[in-house]
């Protein structure tokens, strides 16, 4: 039997705003426990919920980058459940009237461009965190710090079929809400995370089957992993004959399995309902346009430009738009006349590795844009091989020095000039007679010996080009 | 000093023709000689720290410092409304909260501060203001001092009776459904529910927060404005607060007032005789006052109770879900499981009337019941809120009883929820129409127990309201009236 997957995602994004969205308490991360907080997102009697616009701004900024309808009269609802974490013992949310509805996004998998449908983004308050004591104490904690910091929650349509394209759509709303400061998109604090529904049904089948969901990736392996998962346990039960569970489940990364958290029956009903407190959020269409003019370049739009401009391929102008920094770094690089696709394998080779090692952000490399530049010139003008532009290259960042310094005072500058190379290769062919005699006779793969004694004899100075030529002039006479 | 109303009696106040001593000295005597038997406060400040404070007032009217509109009035609040103070509990008449002392003040609390109010005490109420009797308080029984055998009505029972027998001079209550006009007129007092958004309702303990509105309780619609012109005000805390000018209070020329008397509030069998007679016998003063008054059909009466319980119910079963015991109040464990300390601490906290108004929001909120009874009740309420808006384009006023009875004996309603459920047929229009109502004693009852005859006003036109009823008690004497037991 084939069966075919069909699996949606719901990404929550922690806003980068400065307060809380109903009170004016730091967003901060990392202060002591409670240190956030105040009566309003306590919870306590009597306090009332009055919204952050800002929250409102970036809502309507995502929801015109990913092609939503921003909905003018959109609502707060209430989501009522008791859990310590949640103080008021409901969650202000958005329900049956959501900021953004309708929206798409185009990702690229194997070659393929693929649409995914967009349901809806709402805005919502995060809730706290329980810490559970261990060893002796058997105490369990609420630090309510997090409890008020705004969320979009950003829920797809199920049309994503492959667990490569989950992660393609995830990377590419990360990208989105990175370029667009409506969130730091930090996975490791869980900053953006997803829950994925998955389900399977027979090839041709219309309906779909029963789901499960799969709550709090945080990173685009987890999501990839799960979902393979979570496809082959899901086709293992109906290739044995049973049926599925539609349950809540969560991902052990080290066993790299799913398994269940609550099945539907321990389903809570939410008995969502329009919170009285806060009235429609009521916004004009002249500020959603106002909004929509201040939108910088996206990913698609800047991918697209860089192919044209730079003469990218597809998949390489891809990686460099994913990040804004390393797109806008690429740039300034690009912009002093210099090959763009040996900035492109600088940037992403070369730095990125370094950043890959490091876990730094671009701008923390402490390489320059003027001197990445002048380093690829360096090279494009020859006086200095690739070779020793990466020993350079390795210097600039530990030293943050200019290229031009460190190949003066170490005198690493290519030899380019033939008459000294040529008085050079004179001595080597003179004190080796043996191998010019085998050269002669035609063995001539020895040149490559000569090569490397002229290489040794300048500390790889040598313009190689130069001395492959020069050689072959004075052994061919 | 009761005889002179708020502005006066502040106004001498300032130029020291009294002392705030000599008033306050007045009230706590009262306190002392009623508060004992009748149970209208909670918690009260000690007499020597309201001594001390109405000392300071007078200190800097002394020293010709400017002194603010309520300087030295004691006032009363009801404890739903939070207050900061190491003596003042914010209790909400449940035992949840028997320990709970607020971390901040309530906007309306702050505003009166301002003003140099005094703050004596917290009054007593239904259980989170859930009740027409203040019998269900989890602490005490409020008595009426016309009669301390019977309500005070409710849920600001305590704030009514604080007036009544003279020892608060202004008193903050809530009113949800009626329920600052109720116990206005079960203690023949004059109380105001604003308009929904004159006043902050940040640090208001939520009851339902889509009709919950503070509001004054006084001697007379005069000092209720005096108040009410003190705590109301856009507040960037509340979202639902409104921004609207409150404008001066107007004069009125009764003779060019309509008032409308819904047909349907005529209706023999809706209402005791008295009740009828008490606001037939105001129509009449009205009409010799030269005053237009006209019925019309408000079809929709039978909607009221049934609206009005689902919203309020439903909003209930969410505002309260935060009592829980896990970071404030009484917490009581069950067995180790997070969800039998839910269970224990609410089961415990809450009285019968609470849970029972619990239970039946949270079935008109369950999955599949939703349309059927909160989506269609919210439906049905802005289809009345427009109808009430038609009708007061035409009609300055709308004329009706508070409550279809007088104060009835404590207990004698307990048993049947239902009944006093809809007893509230009058009341509910206003806060289901976010209209300002307006609680004013007419003539009492065969049996000298107190009545009140409601008039409703245009939305945000709380000081054109009050300035009719103002008017209407210069023609009048009914408020004037004071229970017996202030005179013996």
Not at chain 2, 318 to 337: A, C, H, M, P
Not at chain 2, 403 to 408: E, G, K, M, Q, R
Request: hydrophobic letters at 35%; aromatic letters at 8%.
């Amino acid at each position: 039997m084939e069966f075919e997957p069909v699996i949606g995602l719901e990404i929550h994004a922690q806003m980068a705003t400065q307060s809380k969205i109903f009170c004016n308490c730091s967003t901060e991360f990392g202060k002591p426990p409670n240190a956030n907080t105040c009566p309003v997102c306590l919870g306590l009697p009597g306090v009332l919920p009055v919204l952050n616009k800002q929250v409102l701004e970036f809502a309507v900024r995502l929801g015109l980058a990913t092609n939503c309808t921003i909905r003018l009269d959109s609502q707060f609802a209430r989501k009522n459940y008791f859990y310590p974490d949640l103080p008021k013992a409901y969650q202000i949310s958005q329900f049956d009237r959501p900021i953004c509805e309708n929206g798409w996004l185009n990702v690229d998998v194997n070659g393929q461009t693929k649409k995914i449908g967009i349901t809806r983004i709402h805005m919502e308050e995060d809730a706290g965190k329980l810490i559970h004591g261990d060893g002796d104490d058997d105490c369990s904690y609420v630090d309510l710090n997090r409890a008020g910091v705004p969320l979009l929650e950003i829920v797809s349509e199920p049309d994503i079929r492959t667990p490569e394209e989950a992660k393609a759509y995830m990377e590419k709303i990360h990208s989105i809400v990175c370029y667009l400061g409506v969130s730091d998109g930090d996975m490791e604090k869980g900053n953006l995370r997803c829950d994925a529904n998955v389900s399977l049904r027979l090839a041709g089948q219309e309906e779909f089957g029963t789901r499960t969901e799969t709550k709090n990736l945080n990173s685009f392996r987890f999501i990839q992993q799960a979902i393979v998962y979570e496809i082959a346990r899901q086709k293992e039960e109906l290739l044995d004959g049973h049926e599925i569970v539609q349950e809540t489940r969560l991902w052990d990364s080290d066993k790299k399995i799913t398994y269940s958290m609550r099945s539907k029956e321990e389903a809570h009903d939410y008995r969502y309902f329009p919170d009285p407190d806060l009235p429609v959020a009521h916004i004009t269409q002249g500020w959603v346009d106002s909004i929509a003019e201040t939108l910088p370049e996206l990913p698609d739009a800047k991918r697209q430009r860089f192919i044209n401009q730079y003469g990218l391929r597809l998949e390489d102008a891809s990686v460099l738009v994913a990040e804004q920094s390393i797109a806008d770094y690429y740039e300034d690089v690009a912009a002093h006349q210099v090959n763009p696709k040996t900035v492109y394998n600088w940037v992403i080779m070369e730095m990125g590795r370094v950043m890959n090692e490091t876990r730094k952000r671009i701008g923390e490399l402490g390489i320059s844009t003027n001197h990445l530049a002048e380093l690829i010139g360096l090279i494009e003008d020859n006086s200095i091989s690739g070779k020793i532009a990466k020993a350079v290259f390795e210097e600039m960042l530990k030293n943050n020095q200019s290229p031009h310094v460190i190949v003066e005072a170490k005198g690493l500058k290519q030899i380019s000039d033939e008459g000294a190379l040529g008085q050079q290769i004179d001595e080597i062919l003179e004190s080796n007679p043996a191998q010019v005699e085998q050269y002669r006779a035609g063995k001539t793969k020895v040149i490559g010996f000569f090569v490397g004694q002229i290489m040794k004899a300048t500390k790889g100075q040598a313009h190689p080009q130069i001395v492959n030529q020069l050689l072959k002039q004075k052994l061919d006479l | 000093m009761f005889d002179l109303s708020l502005e006066e009696l502040v106004q001498q106040i300032k130029s020291r023709q009294i002392t705030a001593q000599s008033v306050m000295t007045a009230v706590y005597k009262n306190i002392e000689s009623y508060e004992e038997q009748l149970k209208a406060y909670c918690t009260i400040i000690e007499k020597r720290r309201a001594m001390e404070l109405a000392a300071v007032v007078d200190a800097k009217a002394k020293n010709g410092e400017v002194l603010g509109k309520l300087a030295g009035i004691p006032v009363s609040i009801k404890d739903n409304i939070c207050i900061q103070d190491p003596q003042l509990k914010t209790k909400c008449g449940s035992k949840i909260l028997e320990n709970f002392y607020a971390p901040y003040n309530a906007t309306v609390v702050e505003k009166l501060i301002q003003e140099d109010a005094i703050i004596i005490g917290k009054t007593n109420l239904d259980e989170y203001a859930m009740g027409s009797s203040t019998e269900n308080s989890a602490f005490q029984i409020t008595k009426n001092p016309w009669d301390p055998e019977r309500v005070p009505g409710g849920s600001s029972g305590g704030a009514a009776v604080s007036i009544a027998a003279q020892m608060a001079l202004l008193a903050l209550g809530s009113d949800t459904g009626g329920s600052i006009r109720q116990p206005a007129a079960f203690c023949g007092v004059t109380g105001i529910k604003p308009t929904y958004g004159v006043v902050s309702r940040y640090g208001l303990v939520a009851y339902g927060s889509s009709l919950d509105q503070i509001g004054c309780l006084a001697k007379s619609a005069e000092d209720c404005e005096y108040g009410l012109r003190v705590i109301q005000g856009y507040d960037p805390h509340d979202s639902t607060s409104a921004q609207v000018e409150y404008g001066d209070a107007p004069s009125i020329d009764l003779s060019e007032q309509k008032f409308c008397i819904p047909q349907e509030y005529m209706d023999a069998d809706a209402a005791d005789d008295d009740v009828i007679s008490s606001m037939m016998e105001l129509i009449e003063t009205l009409k010799q006052a030269g005053a237009t008054v006209e019925e019309r059909s408000f079809p929709f009466t039978n909607l009221l109770i049934p609206t009005y319980y689902i919203l309020a119910f439903a909003e209930a079963s969410s505002n309260l879900g935060r009592f829980d015991g896990i970071r404030y109040g009484v917490r009581k464990e069950g067995d180790s499981t997070l969800e039998s300390l839910y269970k224990t601490s609410r089961s415990n906290g809450f009285g019968a009337e609470v849970k029972r108004r619990i239970m039946l929001g949270t079935f008109v909120l369950s999955a599949g019941y939703y349309d059927q009874y909160y989506g269609k009740a919210n439906k049905v309420r802005t289809f009345i809120e427009q109808e009430v808006e038609k009708i007061l384009a035409e009609f300055d006023c709308i004329i009706g009883p508070v409550s279809p009875f007088p104060a009835f004996k404590l207990g004698e309603k307990t048993e049947d929820p239902l009944s006093m459920y809809l007893a509230d047929v009058y009341s509910v229009l206003a806060n289901l129409a976010r209209i300002p109502a307006i609680s004013l004693p007419t003539k009492p009852s065969a049996s000298q127990l107190p009545i009140g005859t409601q008039l409703m006003g245009r939305k945000f036109q709380d000081s054109q309201l009050l300035a009719t009823a103002a008017a209407i008690q210069k023609i009048t004497s009914d408020h004037q009236q004071t229970p017996n037991m202030l005179h013996k």
